[in-house]
């Protein structure tokens, strides 16, 4: 009798709706920032931030970054779509800083808005070296993240912390679609 009943949920599971990967008919909106972004923030970092669209449905962004003093990084953020809740989730590392991370979610990028905003968390996690005299330094601060498009090919994003009650801008950057390669 236990096998009929797994036979009988199998093939009602078969008969439901199911969504291919990356197939969010309801929010394809995201997917418009797949390509490579050529980027300046407002502290005049520069960057190139590249969106792929991988054949789960997520999106997987690149970010290489040069700072004004030189320094050279990159960072890599992920956004998943969750059908179970109709939102996307996002999340943020850094290969060489392990304690820092950002993760949120935000609900469908509605067609008719040109703003798209993630609501979460930024945390950081410092350990001093053995020996050290410094002690560990840890915080946790609600943050949102919002992209919003300036025209097809410009667009702004920013990252903003609650502080005293208030959203304060911790960094923001405009970029440009860059031209594709032929």
């Not at 009929?4 to 197939?23: E, K, N, Q, R």
Request: charged residues 25%; glycine residues 6%.
């Amino acid at each position: 009798m236990p096998r009929l009943t797994l036979i009988a949920s199998a093939a009602l599971f078969a008969l439901l709706p199911v969504a291919a990967p990356g197939d969010q008919a309801s929010d394809t909106k995201p997917y418009t920032l797949v390509g490579t972004w050529s980027c300046e923030s407002i502290a005049h970092s520069t960057g190139l931030m590249t969106f792929t669209a991988n054949v789960d449905g997520s999106i997987h962004m690149t970010n290489h970054f040069r700072t004004q003093t030189g320094v050279v990084g990159s960072f890599d953020e992920t956004y998943r779509f969750d059908p179970t809740t109709a939102q996307w989730k996002w999340n943020s590392s850094f290969a060489n800083d392990p304690g820092f991370s950002e993760d949120g979610t935000a609900t469908v990028w509605s067609p008719d808005s040109d703003r798209w905003v993630f609501d979460g968390t930024v945390r950081e996690e410092h350990l001093p070296e053995p020996n050290s005299i410094k002690k560990p330094r840890f915080a946790k601060e609600d943050q949102r993240m919002v992209y919003t498009l300036l025209d097809k090919d410009v667009l702004r994003r920013e990252f903003e912390v609650r502080r005293d009650g208030y959203w304060v801008t911790t960094s923001a950057s405009t970029c440009k679609r860059a031209p594709e390669a032929t």
